[in-house]
């Protein structure tokens, strides 16, 4: 007996709301991550827009109630369409102390504050640097705060199920879901569903969490200290079929569909690094469409096998975050020199060096633009959302294949785990990929360019084409090594004018917004979304603000410079100290103003807000 | 080997590029064997694969009129890896020096031998580096003076044949540039070999370590410092072939024809699935012992390509052909309209 999408509590009142969001807060053992996916597959199913933040500490399990091991998941979930996972919570979840101490601060002054009183006990106040129970401090009194001894009513309600202690203890995920489904009137199909399916082996799990979603729910109905229920209701979103996708997700099927429309088989080396990782993960479960995986041994090695895999004739990519991408950029010079076609994710991290793993920051732009020795121009492309990661990956495939150049990907920690609804394209509808091959011809020559300047693509086993490249100086045409001077910086203007001629085929700076006006604010990657909702909101104040979102960071669109001489100020917003704003002041000679954050946390759309008023002061 | 096309010569495997290497360099005679073992083999140029990393031995796809790629430093074996996992019908080559292939690159050396990809890797050894002008290497051994060492070197060399074994190579043999003979039948058994064939090819560097290899060169004392093996046949060398080896204990040690029975000579078995004997082999060291020359190890395992294909054919058997549209719309959906 569950309750259904059918039929929900008409027990207490339900108040609308616009958009809400969550945040589910405990120990790494504590399931955090499960209960918010299941949250998030529950509202987009539902029909809301959702934006989610995952937030989970790079050791795998820290000391159990420790801050270190504080995991988080945070969902923004709207009637109307989102672009962020959203600044201050509505509602927080609280598994044990550390989770209170580390996320209280971002809970909204009359926000709902649950927490797990069977976890807010001596010990855990000394794990949580507690000098004494939070629960009774008053500052408290700010929040609505609800005491519920989860873990006592998740065990009660698995009573006479054959199951260890420790295994009935771990649904309490499962309880606080359910009551927090109960708070927000959601119904409860998709989490059945799931259950059914994830233990379909295991029946006595099964019905484990069945019950304690369940109980927590009832909970909620029944209990006298929730008064209301809030309603988000659907978002208007343009027809079609969705899904949910994380931008991982996203990347490695932008992959696939981009092998298909190439019609040439992708080989993808990679060595496992956080972000980068489920990238491997998902293709390599894959393999039916072709996709070749290897986990190479090094990050070097991962590079270097994609780029012979391209020399061959495949469509090689690797992936890798800051600190594997500094490691693979003497190969990447080898591919620019050798003017072959490479795909290179950077799922960019707090660094420098190992930094915070599971971070987000955009602090790599400079790495992939120009961290290499030699006049070495390459593509660069970045993705703005998770699910834009699919278009994303098909475009740098594209070019890469196109132009026979490396193109870096730039994702970020940040749209590489969280997701949101994808309207899925009909394969018909993706853009064919084109490719020149070399034709057997008496004049073969493997650097004779085409009217774009791109060099045409030898596959050894073609009979007649045999030829050979290599990193030395090569000579124009023939690709021979040469020592010669004004060959050397002949050869360094054609692979830089390559590059540049990608230009052409790229649509132009598209401004959101008014295309003059007194300021405009400048994102790339992943903080597109709260840059945007933040420019909409000013201009809703009156605010003279527009937005331009930068795609390809190299090149760049060839009509920037007029775009920028149309306001008044320009502002660039990235999570760095400053990188594409130097760039965009020596190129353009505009006084770029910064905003910029590196602190391994997305923009909130407040940050945005204050500064624009502030430049506009 | 794929399947001949023509009757190539020689000839048809010099690219049209001038040789660069400094008069007297080991590398021409190396070079010049290639040519002739792939045209006696009729391999098709247009399927054979010429990787290297950087070195004066990694010039060499230059000179051959196949495809080839002259990579970075070290880091041949994974390029190469990669083209054997775009295309298995290629003929991969990979040229090394001791430097590139046990300095800078022994990783990506040992991975692709322990994986056993289909590559026929041929190490240069000339106890030197070369093209950055004489500095000692990791095969250099104690005491060896270079413009790095002048005091002599310290640190303990590597010997490639037992680096290959320990990590699992299938294939190991040696050879020396100018014992042609030696070094065709051992490019042939390499060719013939499928999966990673290991080559060490004592290389003389004219300029930076002449005659570092006179012990397995001169003409007068050669057959006394090397002894050839060859599978089933008892190690017998000596310039009058009056010598041979047999094991003391677990030691191989030298001893005269005419003292002993032929039958308490050690036999050489290359196709042993313990790689023990062949390592005992690598160890013999001269003075103290004669060097093995020719094919120390030869078995059969698993081609990585091949199971790469493998697991691809097995998933289209259990997932079907790939069917994009339903790959994209997989997990929860639903529609908006
Ligand atoms: C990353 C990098 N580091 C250093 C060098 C310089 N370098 C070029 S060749 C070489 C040593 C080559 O020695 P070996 O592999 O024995 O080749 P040989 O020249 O002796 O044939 C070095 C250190 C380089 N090209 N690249
Ligand atoms: S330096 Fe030595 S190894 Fe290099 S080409 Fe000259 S002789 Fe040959
Ligand atoms: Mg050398």
Redesign the pocket.
């Known amino acids: 007996m569950t309750p259904a999408a059918s039929a929900p509590s008409a027990t207490k009142q339900a108040l609308p709301l616009r958009s809400v969001t969550v945040r589910f807060a405990g120990d790494s053992g504590d399931g955090m991550q499960l209960a918010g996916t299941q949250f998030t597959s529950t509202s987009a199913v539902f029909g809301n827009d959702i934006s989610t933040l995952p937030d989970f500490p790079a050791e795998i399990r820290a000391p159990a109630g420790t801050l270190a091991g504080v995991s988080g998941f945070q969902i923004n979930f709207s009637s109307t369409e989102i672009f962020t996972p959203g600044d201050t919570l509505d509602a927080l979840i609280a598994m044990n102390p550390a989770a209170l101490k580390t996320n209280l601060s971002d809970l909204a002054d009359g926000g709902i504050l649950i927490v797990n009183t069977d976890e807010f006990i001596l010990q855990n106040f000394a794990k949580a640097r507690y000098a004494s129970d939070p629960l009774a401090d008053d500052a408290l009194q700010r929040f609505q705060l609800h005491r519920v001894p989860i873990t006592t009513h998740t065990i009660e309600a698995l009573k006479g199920l054959d199951l260890s202690a420790k295994d009935a203890e771990r649904c309490k995920n499962f309880y606080a879901l359910g009551l927090v489904y109960w708070l927000y009137d959601r119904p409860l199909d998709t989490t059945l569903r799931w259950i059914d399916a994830k233990f379909s082996r295991k029946p006595a799990l099964a019905e484990a969490n069945r019950r304690a979603m369940t109980a927590g729910y009832h909970f909620g109905e029944t209990a006298e200290i929730f008064p209301v229920q809030y309603r988000v209701g659907r978002a208007t979103l343009p027809p079609g079929k969705y899904r949910n996708i994380t931008g991982n997700q996203a990347l490695a099927l932008g992959l696939i569909a981009a092998g298909r429309q190439a019609a040439k088989p992708i080989v993808y080396a990679s060595y496992p690094i956080t972000p980068a990782s489920d990238i491997l993960h998902q293709l390599a479960s894959q393999k039916h469409f072709d996709v070749r995986t290897l986990q190479a041994e090094d990050e070097i090695a991962a590079v270097t096998m994609a780029l012979g895999a391209s020399f061959a004739g495949s469509i090689g990519v690797t992936a890798s975050s800051g600190p594997g991408i500094a490691l693979k950029q ?1 190969a990447v010079g080898l591919a620019v020199m050798t003017e072959l076609p490479l795909v290179v994710i950077d799922v960019q991290r707090a660094g420098p060096s190992t930094g915070m793993p599971t971070k987000t920051e955009q602090t790599d732009l400079f790495q992939v633009l120009v961290g290499r020795n030699g006049e070495c121009p390459v593509a660069v492309v970045a993705a703005r959302s998770p699910s834009d990661c699919f278009a994303a990956a098909m475009e740098a495939v594209s070019v890469a294949l196109r132009y026979m150049t490396p193109v870096f990907l730039l994702s970020d920690g940040f749209i590489a785990n969280s997701s949101e609804p994808w309207p899925i394209p009909s394969v018909d509808s993706l853009p064919p990929i084109r490719i020149r091959h070399a034709e057997p011809s008496a004049d073969f020559a493997p650097y004779r360019r085409d009217e774009r300047g791109v060099r045409p693509w030898a596959i050894p086993g073609t009979p007649g084409l045999e030829h050979r490249v290599g990193g030395l100086s090569k000579a124009d045409v023939s690709g021979h090594i040469s020592y010669d001077p004004k060959n050397h910086q002949h050869m360094i203007n054609l692979r830089a004018q390559k590059i540049r001629n990608i230009a052409a085929e790229l649509p132009p700076a598209a401004v959101e917004g008014p295309p003059q006006g007194d300021l405009l604010m400048i994102s790339w990657g992943g903080t597109y979304g709260a840059i945007r909702t933040a420019c909409e909101q000013a201009r809703e104040r009156g605010q003279r603000v527009s937005h331009l979102h930068l795609r390809w960071l190299n090149p760049l669109p060839r009509d920037l410079g007029q775009v920028l001489r149309a306001f008044g100020r320009v502002c660039v917003a990235e999570l760095n100290m400053g990188q594409l704003r130097t760039l965009i002041r020596s190129e353009f000679l505009v006084d770029a103003a910064g905003l910029n954050k590196v602190e391994g946390r997305p923009f909130n759309v407040r940050d945005v807000a204050a500064r624009i008023s502030e430049l506009l002061r | 080997m794929s399947t001949i096309t023509a009757a190539p010569t020689a000839k048809d495997f010099k690219s049209d590029q001038e040789v660069r290497w400094c008069p007297g360099c080991g590398d021409y005679s190396i070079l010049a064997q290639v040519q002739r073992v792939l045209a006696e083999l009729g391999a098709p140029r247009d399927r054979t694969v010429f990787v290297s990393g ?4 990694s010039r060499f796809p230059y000179y051959m009129n196949t495809y080839g790629f002259h990579s ?2 070290g880091r041949a074996p994974a390029i190469a890896t990669g083209v054997k996992v775009a295309n298995p019908e290629l003929d991969v080559w990979v040229v ?5 292939g046990l300095s ?1 690159g022994a990783g990506q050396l040992m991975h692709a031998l322990r994986r056993n990809v289909g590559l026929k890797i041929l190490l ?1 050894n ?1 106890r ?5 002008k004489g500095q000692y ?1 990791p095969t250099s051994p104690i005491g060896q003076r270079s413009s790095s060492t002048p005091f002599g070197s310290i640190d303990a060399p590597v010997r490639p044949v037992s680096f290959a074994l320990g990590v699992g190579a299938t294939f190991v043999a040696r050879a020396v540039d100018v014992d042609v003979k030696s070094l065709q039948g051992v490019l042939r058994a390499a060719a013939a070999h499928r999966g990673s064939a290991f080559v060490e090819i004592y290389q003389d ?1 004219n300029v930076y370590n002449h005659a570092a290899f006179a012990f397995a060169t001169d003409r007068e004392t050669k057959e006394d410092n090397i002894v050839y093996v060859e599978h089933g046949k008892p190690l017998i060398f000596g310039k009058a072939r009056d010598k041979g080896l047999r094991l003391s204990g677990s030691t191989p040690e030298v001893v005269r024809l005419a003292d002993i029975a032929e039958s308490e000579l050690l036999v050489h078995d290359a196709h042993a699935a313990s790689p023990a004997h062949a390592f005992m082999l690598a160890q013999m060291q001269y003075p103290a012992l004669p060097e093995p020359m020719g094919v120390l190890r030869a078995v059969e395992a698993p081609i990585f390509e091949e199971q790469v294909f493998a697991q691809i054919h097995d998933s289209r058997q259990r997932a079907g052909q790939p069917d994009l549209a339903k790959l994209l719309a997989s997990g929860d959906t639903w529609d908006v309209s």
């Not at chain 2, 090394?96 to 590139?100: I, K, Q, R, S, V």
Request: charged share 15%.
């Open positions: 003497e | 950087i070195g004066c031995s970075i430093h090394t020096g001791d430097g590139d800078i240069f000339n030197i580096y070369g093209l950055t290497s560097c």
